[in-house]
């Protein structure tokens, strides 16, 4: 890969040599030329490297000039000659270089501080929810007869509601009457109404540990159904619906 680089200039301000005090020759016209040079990296400017005079002369060529006439010319005062966006242009290199420097500076900055806003919210989400869950495991064990159980999908939408009801208890062994349907939300009365009269009823046996167990995997799950509430007496004893 071939990389080009090399020393360039280009025109700040022109004179004519009378202008500087120095004689015109009809012969040969010129003229005074005060140029910034710079050093370029595939012709971007980089950075500066001073201003000095130039002749062009007929031919269009720049020349330096050489002995008393290039002497003559460092002696003229050449403050305030030159405008401010020369020298942006002269080491618009290393101005870009720099503003990519802060810019990804500023970048790694803010992006440790979302992050970390972001985990944050996550770890207050998964605290809150394993306290909840915590609350319901308890509430779990004290399941008895005509007890319901409120079942929530966790990932169709819209969200389908099932309910379940304690039937029998013999030690740590339950049976639940499932219903089959989506419902939607139900009051406590609505509820013993639904099981009084509905036919579409499924028989389910199972063990106060293994409900914990499903109940604790399916916390945070995002298939299947999620235990979240108990409600008993006529009231929502435990919940983790927000």
């Not at 969200?159 to 989506?182: H, P, S, W």
Request: charged share 25%; with cysteine.
């Amino acid at each position: 890969m071939l990389i080009f680089f090399g020393i360039k200039n280009f025109g700040i301000k022109n004179f004519e040599p009378t202008e500087l005090g120095l004689p015109q020759v009809t012969s040969d016209p010129y003229r005074v030329e005060y140029r910034q040079k710079y050093f370029h990296l595939y012709w971007i400017p980089i950075f500066g490297l001073g201003k000095d005079w130039f002749i062009r002369k007929s031919d269009d060529k720049l020349y330096e000039p050489l002995g008393e006439l290039k002497a003559y010319l460092q002696g003229i005062p050449v403050k305030g000659m030159g405008e401010w966006h020369h020298n942006v242009r002269a080491f618009f290199g290393l101005i870009a270089i720099g503003c990519l420097v802060v810019f990804m500076n500023l970048s790694q900055a803010v992006s440790p501080r979302n992050s970390y806003r972001e985990v944050s919210q996550q770890a207050y989400k998964e605290t809150t929810l394993v306290e909840e869950n915590n609350s319901l495991l308890t509430q779990i064990n004290d399941l008895k007869k005509d007890d319901y159980l409120e079942f929530r999908s966790t990932s169709k939408k819209p969200v389908e509601i099932r309910y379940a009801k304690v039937t029998e208890r013999e030690g740590n062994q339950l049976t639940l009457a499932m219903l089959k349907d989506d419902l939607g939300e139900l009051t406590n009365d609505q509820l013993v109404n639904v099981f009084f009269s509905n036919p579409e009823i499924t028989s389910l046996s199972v063990n106060v540990s293994n409900l914990k167990k499903f109940t604790s995997q399916h916390i945070t799950s995002k298939e299947g159904y999620q235990l979240t509430s108990i409600i008993r007496e006529n009231k929502m004893v435990s919940s983790t619906y927000p």
